[in-house]
């Protein structure tokens, strides 16, 4: 399932700085303020789940983006990744987390009130450039505010309870957005069979819901104390830049990340636009269709492999499951060019065995992280470690989101090939340049240091007898059940005589 750059609401916060507590106030008011922070995201989830998926790319298919442009909006949140470090910088030098936090999101989620009146206000020529155009400061204003959000939590959610509180928040959000991705498909299809018309109305309509919704996450905040902070105005970014790139396994981490995030940033618009231009397009029901294939079942996919890939990490170490579960994700994208309208099953059933395979890499990939922004000889720069990737990340994803778009640009919309008897569109042209993108990532892991970790072969040997063990259990299951229901019977009998 293609990363992006998390909201504020989804990413784990870094650990309080030294001389705070991790709550904040008394016990009771860090419990009022979690709940607080909880429910809020039930909010931003509606907000987060509705602009993205099928309205998004339909949205913008109606107002006249051109395939760059599809390109520009993967990287729009790559870009907007690119405020962070300076706002982290203000943050630690001046404080005021809370202000940057609210200011930027409130008038960010605002934005989508304008951005649903573009076809309605604006003549059809504006149409593609004002999508673009707000569409870039809504998501610059949204990131800008994501450290701020992370400093604030760190000092409010204590660090014992911060692995299930974020279990917590992060199921709540998939639960919303299964809901809220069927809704908006199921709506969208209803206005299609009125009048195809009338699914720029339903989008319109469900922007403005959006932004209702966006703008309750964070009043949800506005009661939230903002413990004291303590900046430190003659911070040396000097030194917290050059010290962490100094680190050779550092360096060989950024490059899995960047090869990784390159391959992978433009890849959900263009598997977007693949299943509207070609895979549902003559449906009836395309919009719900398409959001459950790329939204809901993934998400509960999601769901139920985290906790194994967990354990894994947890008894074999992180860089055996990155390489493992990075193998399992290289034909991933791939496998889209095998879902066509009439042959779709085994090349979506392979999209869903990638998809359980993410949450291995995304663990892998954020512990990593966590363990060389460890303290070194007392000394604390591991904010330093998360800004520089941060910076990675984002200069990846924005190359990545206007290499697919001027891929796609040049070829064009009407591009066809056929390899080995089999039709293969612009599409999936980047589709296979993903594939062997993801496949060069992983020469980075090969020498990437972990001490403590076993042989990758060990772990894939311990996957491999516990995936037989749960097929075997899944094939005996009826013979299981029918004996118990055998043995229920005999009692039964019995008894009656």
């Not at 203000?90 to 009146?117: D, N, Q």
């Not at 299964?178 to 009338?198: E, F, N, Q, R």
């Not at 339903?202 to 413990?227: E, K, N, Q, R, W």
């Not at 390159?262 to 549902?280: A, T, W």
Request: hydrophobic letters at 50%.
């Amino acid at each position: 399932m293609p990363a992006s750059p998390p909201s504020h609401s989804s990413i784990a916060p870094r650990p309080p700085a030294p001389g705070t507590s991790g709550s904040a106030g008394t016990p009771g008011s860090a419990r009022r303020s979690m709940r607080r922070i909880l429910w809020a995201w039930a909010f931003g989830a509606t907000w987060m789940y509705i602009v993205m998926g099928a309205a998004a790319t339909e949205y913008a298919r109606q107002l006249g983006v051109s395939p760059f442009g599809f390109g520009v909006l993967a990287a729009l949140p790559f870009i907007g990744a690119f405020t962070q470090l300076p706002v982290s910088i203000l943050i630690e030098r001046y404080g005021g987390r809370k202000f940057i936090f609210m200011s930027t999101g409130i008038i960010g989620r605002v934005l989508w009130l304008p951005l649903a009146a573009i076809p309605w206000v604006l003549p059809q020529r504006y149409w593609s450039v004002a999508l673009l155009t707000g569409m870039s400061v809504a998501m610059l204003l949204t990131q800008m505010g994501v450290p701020a959000w992370l400093s604030w939590a760190a000092d409010i959610i204590p660090p014992r309870v911060r692995g299930r509180y974020f279990s917590w928040r992060i199921r709540l959000g998939q639960a919303v957005g299964i809901l809220v991705s069927l809704a908006v498909g199921l709506g969208m299809d209803y206005a299609d069979t009125l009048d195809p018309a009338y699914v720029r109305v339903a989008i319109s309509l469900a922007y403005v819901f959006a932004a209702v919704m966006g703008v309750c996450d964070y009043l949800m905040h506005v009661a939230v104390p903002s413990p004291p902070e303590s900046p430190r105005p003659d911070h040396s970014i000097r030194h917290l830049v050059f010290t962490p790139l100094a680190d050779k396994n550092f360096r060989r981490f950024l490059g899995f990340t960047f090869t990784l995030t390159f391959s992978i940033g433009y890849i959900g618009q263009f598997v977007n636009l693949y299943l509207l231009d070609v895979v549902v397009k003559d449906l009836p029901n395309k919009y719900f269709v398409m959001n459950v294939m790329m939204v809901a079942i993934p998400l509960l996919c999601y769901v139920l492999s985290v906790g194994f890939w967990g354990k894994l990490i947890d008894r074999f170490g992180k860089r055996p499951v990155a390489i493992l579960s990075g193998l399992m994700t290289v034909n991933g994208a791939v496998a889209w060019v095998f879902v066509t309208p009439e042959h779709w099953m085994l090349g979506y059933l392979v999209v869903l065995l990638v998809t359980t395979a993410w949450p291995g890499l995304d663990l892998a990939n954020f512990n990593i992280l966590l363990g060389l922004s460890e303290s070194r000889g007392g000394e604390r720069i591991g904010s330093a470690y998360v800004a520089i990737n941060s910076v990675v990340v984002a200069i990846a994803g924005t190359l990545s989101g206007l290499f697919g778009g001027a891929v796609a640009e040049s070829l064009g919309a009407d591009w066809r090939i056929v390899i080995f008897h089999w039709p293969v569109t612009y599409h999936g042209v980047l589709f296979l340049i993903s594939g062997v993108l993801r496949a060069a990532c992983l020469f980075f892991l090969i020498g990437l240091h972990e001490e403590g970790a076993t042989s990758t072969r060990d772990a894939a040997r311990y996957m491999a007898a516990n995936i037989y063990s749960n097929i075997q259990q899944a094939i005996l299951m009826p013979t299981r059940i029918v004996g118990l229901v055998g043995k229920v019977s005999r009692q039964t009998f019995r008894m009656d005589k």
